[in-house]
């Protein structure tokens, strides 16, 4: 009879935390697709640039030769690692997990800056880009 309200008690515990599986497993579920920056580099294009990368925040001017561009820094590959991993958590330490995992989802959700500069014939001299798209 005991045994059988343990039973009951970790099944209950255990369906109601599945359901109430909180935001960063969510967030990481929901992760973007990540650009990829290896075929951009010294002497390559502007409009080749533009094709891979989109559309730039700020755009080049005839004063000042550099787009700068917003990208997601995604990760496909530890997607569905992280939520699993999110899920266990959340129920093994009934929801305190989500006060350090959000944020951390949060960030990764947060778009980099990433900078190309041009010469005149509209060829990549600098390619700057945050420490987190380093290959």
């Not at 929801?95 to 960030?107: C, D, S, V």
Request: glycine share 6%; hydrophobic share 40%.
């Amino acid at each position: 009879m005991k045994r059988k309200i343990y039973v009951y008690s970790f099944l209950l515990l255990f369906v109601s935390m599945t359901f109430l599986t909180g935001c960063a497993a969510r967030k990481a579920a929901s992760v973007r697709r990540w650009h990829n920056l290896r075929g951009i580099e010294n002497g390559k294009d502007r409009p080749l640039v533009l094709k891979k990368l989109g559309d730039p925040v700020q755009a080049a001017t005839p004063d000042q030769r550099e787009d700068v561009f917003e990208l997601n820094r995604g990760n496909l590959a530890f997607a569905y690692a992280r939520v699993v991993a999110h899920s266990l958590l959340d129920m093994g330490t009934l929801g305190l997990w989500e006060l350090l995992a959000t944020p951390f989802e949060e960030w990764m959700e947060q778009p980099r800056e990433v900078t190309v500069e041009y010469d005149s014939n509209d060829k990549v001299v600098d390619f700057s880009r945050d420490r987190l798209y380093t290959p």
